[in-house]
């Protein structure tokens, strides 16, 4: 399809950090990471919505199949991750060329560390402002 994104993404008419391709799939990091991970998986062929595709196809165990690899390469397949499909505006599609998300590195640990390191360079702040006025 001429003015889809994805579709120029895969062709490369438009740039995206790649992390697998194979002969029914494109793999890339998502431009707007809602998560430290987040990997779109695009079939090659234009398929609006997961409502488009034929009874029978298995580009959706494909897309499974890629997940999982992706998944063990970038070392969350054991720790966990999300894999989903948004389907129309009420589910929050805004790319209509089908596409499932990766998305991964949210889980309480890294949330923990986050939060962590929030509250040392708070302190850290406070400290030198409570110095500040007593000298
Ligand atoms: P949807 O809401 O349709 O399921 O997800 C579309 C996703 O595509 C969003 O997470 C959005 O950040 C991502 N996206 C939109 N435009 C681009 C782009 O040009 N490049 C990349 N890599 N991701 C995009
Ligand atoms: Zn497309």
């Not at 889809?4 to 793999?27: R, W």
């Not at 999982?68 to 209509?96: E, H, T």
Request: one cysteine or more.
């Amino acid at each position: 399809m001429t003015d889809c994104i994805f579709c120029k993404i895969i062709n490369g008419q438009l740039p995206a950090k790649k992390v697998y391709q194979d002969e029914l799939t494109c793999a890339f990091w998502d431009a707007r990471p809602a998560s430290p991970i987040h990997i779109l998986i695009v079939p090659r062929h234009h398929i609006p919505t997961l409502n488009d595709v034929p009874e029978g196809d298995n580009i959706l165990a494909h897309l499974g199949n890629v997940a999982k690899k992706i998944a063990r390469d970038l070392g969350v397949d054991k720790s966990g991750y999300r894999f989903f499909i948004n389907v129309n505006r009420g589910g929050g599609q805004v790319v209509y060329h089908l596409h499932a998300h990766l998305v991964a590195g949210n889980d309480v640990g890294m949330l923990f560390i986050k939060a962590a390191v929030a509250c040392a360079v708070i302190w850290r702040k406070l400290v030198k402002l409570f110095r500040r006025q007593h000298n």
